[in-house]
């Protein structure tokens, strides 16, 4: 066009004030997350996905090569020498986060970036989940990543999150990678430590992961519920940092913060030795050091005059021993449901080797040892859905788990035959059954009735349960709803391998081949619990679009949400 002005290419950004040029920078470059690489790899090879049924995927950065598998210099990279270390002083300041294990063992982790990309990264985020099937995967990616760093390195600041969250329960399996895993977390420990002793880092961080609590699905509804309710109570809630501390410090102004994990036994024995209620939902059932820890610090600040209550968090996988023993998936159930009014006792005294069980019974044996100072209630919830109200995660696992593997495959799953039971809870319903006892706890304090010996103590286990569903037709109802809405080309429901169900999502998975199965008679009989909210089979449409939308398969949905449709 007459009087237009044309630039070389290379010219055209320095002419751009800094402001501009560095959001051009930040725009154009950044490292992908190795979860988004495998994402694309694994749904490029998967043959039982359509094209259509994929789905658009996250982005991947002007960082990554055609080819997925390596990372290259960006052209904006090669343009002048300005350019350059302006733009390489963005990219330095952003992490490479490593957040998934790789396909196999086998696999190596320069296969997806390339050894000298590794060397040359400023920040790294090591965002390890520990479970019984990536361990070993894991653990040979560790070893590769270090000896890499440990040749040459330019790290300014490396990141170790690691959780360790079991998601198999003890009955019937064993733990064949516990050496991986022990030695996985070793070698993360030891390069942080050393790091940091060497003064080859600015700073080496190892943060431990919890999955639930004030930020958590239970324990942020059952906040909400009770901030809510009992606005004069006082308040103090457990978060892990300051980012989970500042969601809780909105949602709920008058709470007190205290800061740790679960492996800060001595800030948990405090915080339980000063508060006359525990209510405990972070990764409650299977922390023995934790129970521990509360147990000691309620009988530290707590007399037979003023006693200290302890609400704890169970599970009902503990009900499902019996399969879980016999190794049989997807069965219909082979004995009578749990009663947890008139036959109590049986709750309490479960096998040893049932999921749940070694923390059970440290709560049971606590109230034991010191009936008049440690009083205690375990909650026992089945499966939960439900939408939750607290400040942080307000998703459930199990039907969502499930949903989630019917749009990766395209099909409905079901573990064997699909005749496996269990209960259910809305999240709503079983935050009420935790005021209930906060309640009763609290009326306790200026009462003296025969009635609390049915409450708290050893008669003091609630199957928290308002309903009951069959596996196969959840899976079944589930692919109709997606099928007529178009999300998957078929309404079948396929049985699912055990082995891949495992690995997809651990006990998630697992449990839709198990039996759970109990009455919550002690909630309604001494608390007056009356549940009020949606049957999982009313809410089941809501949260397939839910998944639907996450995955990418609502259409005219991102658009909407980012604001350009």
């Known amino acids: 066009m007459p009087g237009s002005l044309v630039l070389p290419s290379s010219a055209f950004l320095t002419l751009l004030p800094p402001e501009l040029r560095n959001l051009v920078y930040d725009y154009a470059l950044d490292w992908p997350q190795l979860s988004t690489l495998l994402m694309h790899v694994r749904r490029d090879e998967h043959p039982k996905i359509s094209p259509a049924q994929k789905g658009p995927l996250p982005a991947l950065p002007a960082t990554c090569s055609s080819s997925l598998t390596i990372l290259e210099t960006p052209t904006i990279l090669l343009l002048n020498r300005q350019i350059t270390q302006e733009a390489l002083r963005v990219l330095r300041q952003k992490p490479l986060i490593l957040d998934s294990s790789l396909p196999s063992a086998g696999m190596c982790i320069t296969e997806y970036i390339g050894p000298t990309t590794l060397q040359h990264v400023r920040l790294m985020v090591l965002d390890i989940a520990l479970s019984q099937s990536n361990a070993t995967a894991w653990l040979r990616m560790v070893e590769v990543l270090l000896d890499l760093l440990r040749a040459t390195n330019s790290l300014t600041r490396l990141v170790v999150k690691a959780t360790y969250n079991p998601t198999v329960p003890t009955t019937g399996w064993t733990f064949n990678d516990i050496n991986s895993h022990g030695h996985a977390m070793s070698l993360l420990c030891r390069v942080a430590s ?32 009770l901030y809510n309710a009992h606005p004069d109570y006082e308040y103090t809630a457990l978060v892990r940092d300051s980012e989970r501390g500042a969601l809780v410090a909105a949602a709920f102004p008058k709470i007190k913060l205290i800061y740790g994990t679960l492996d800060d036994l001595e800030v948990i024995e405090k915080a339980a030795s000063e508060a006359d209620i525990v209510v405990h939902t972070a990764d409650a059932s299977d922390n023995a050091g934790a129970a521990k820890a509360i147990a000691k610090g309620i009988l530290a600040g707590h007399s037979k005059t003023s006693p200290g209550f302890w609400l704890h968090t169970s599970g009902t996988g503990i009900l499902c021993w019996r399969d879980s023993e016999a190794k049989t998936y997807g069965e219909a159930p082979s004995s009578k449901p749990y009663d947890d009014l008139e036959a109590v006792e ?44 607290g400040p942080g995660n307000q998703q459930s696992r199990q039907v969502n788990t499930l949903v989630k593997i019917m749009f990766e495959t395209g099909q409905a799953p079901r573990i064997g035959k699909g005749q496996s039971e269990w209960n259910n809870v809305h999240v709503q319903d079983l935050s009420a ?100 909210q949606p049957s999982l089979e009313e809410i089941l449409p809501e949260m397939v679009v839910a998944e639907a939308k996450a995955f990418g398969l609502e259409k005219g949905y991102r658009e909407k949400a980012a604001g350009t449709a």
């Open 433 to 532: 059954l935790f005021r209930l006892l906060v309640e009763k706890a609290v009326a306790m304090s200026t009462s003296d009735g025969s009635i609390y010996s049915e409450i708290f103590g050893q008669k003091g286990y609630y199957l928290a349960e308002n309903g009951h569903h069959v596996w196969g037709e959840i899976s079944q109802k589930a692919g109709k709803i997606a099928y007529e809405k178009g999300y998957i080309q078929s309404a079948d429901v396929v049985a699912l391998d055990l082995e891949y169900a495992d690995k997809r999502a651990g006990f998630e998975a697992v449990s839709w081949g198990l039996n759970s199965r109990g009455a919550a008679r002690r909630a309604r009989e001494y608390l007056g619990w009356t549940p009020k």
């Open 346 to 389: 049986e709750l309490t005294n479960l096998p040893d080797t049932a999921f749940h069980r070694d923390i059970d019974k440290l709560v049971l044996e606590a109230n034991a040892a010191h009936p008049d100072v440690i009083k205690t209630a375990i909650v026992c919830p089945p499966t939960i859905y439900g939408p939750g109200r």
């Open 194 to 225: 050393k790091a940091a002793q060497d003064n080859s880092l600015d700073e080496a961080i190892i943060v431990s992961d919890l999955r639930t609590g004030a930020t958590g699905y239970i324990g942020g509804d059952i906040l909400y519920e």
